[in-house]
């Protein structure tokens, strides 16, 4: 009963949290300052030409009865049209709808390297405690955890793409298909902080875990290191490996839009920042709200694993 209370509670808050979300992207969009009609007219830019367009899209509407008529639309799944001179009155999906797996594929294969190589080397950091190789494998992960990767981006496409010529700096391969030699880079950069942070947080939840009295007992009980390590302290750094799972989604969402940027990739996050100096607010309004309720539902997902886990949390 404590669990399906704790979960109804997380889901209720979910729910406001995005509709506060929507709230203010949309109040963002009508209040600012520039003019998506003007900006698709430009030099051609008649006054009843554009009053047509705006009816069109229904922007000479009280700005309440938009509001009602923008949810409604989001409650039917429509994100409405976009506002682009490129692609003006095309449904948004239809825009995103090819950037949403080019995002995720390139979100996933960061995660899963940052992973296998930031669990490992958090480990052997906690067994080698204050030795050269945990402080020299800490130094490193500090390093790529601290550097921005708008930082990291640009130094490592001049010094490996265009200087030694290794590997190619645009590009996502064919349409569909991922290539491999152009996907190298931006994974390894993307996974880059995020391999620093696993390797340091983990490190962290180890050593909290072999410090524990049930630790010193299998210990005195004479139980081999490798027993005591794989079988009692790594299975229980796994609840507190998953409280860090927001940080870590928060980290993957923002990271799209500098990576796809940089490196041209066409999702999301470069659909995004192309929409901004669009000025096509359509667009931007709907991957604000995918990508925020990505976040929340992962966040949603995460306690109530964590609630399964830990019978503590539900109170």
Known sequence: MALLTFTVRRFLAMILILWIVLTIVFAMARLSPYDPIAQIMQQHYQVAQAAQIRHEFGLDQPMWKQYLNYVGGLLH????????????????????????????????????????????????????QNSFVDHGSQAIMMVLYAVPVFVLVPLAQVVIGVQLRWLPVTGWGAPGVLGFKEAILPVTLYAAGLTGYFAKSYRSFLLEVLSQDYIR????????????????????TLV????????????????????????????????????????????????????????????????????????????
């Open 77 to 128: 799944g429509d994100l409405g049209k976009s506002e682009s001179q490129q692609t003006l009155g095309q449904p948004v999906w239809s825009l995103l709808q090819h950037g949403v797996p080019v995002t995720m594929k390139l979100g996933f294969y960061a995660l899963v390297l940052s992973l296998v190589v930031g669990l490992p080397v958090g480990l052997l950091s906690a067994i080698k």
């Open 217 to 236: 007992t299998a210990r005195a009980k004479g139980l081999k290191a490798r027993i005591i390590l794989y079988i009692h302290a790594v299975k229980n």
């Open 240 to 315: 507190p490996l998953a409280s860090i799972v927001g940080p870590v989604v928060a980290y993957l969402i923002t990271g799209a839009f500098v990576i796809e940027t940089f490196f041209g990739i066409p999702g999301i996050g470069y659909i995004t920042v192309e929409s901004i100096f669009n000025s096509d607010y359509s667009v931007i309004e709907a991957t604000t709200l995918l990508l925020a309720a990505f976040v929340v539902l992962v966040n949603f997902l995460t306690d109530v694993v964590y609630a399964l886990v830990d019978p503590r949390v539900r109170l």
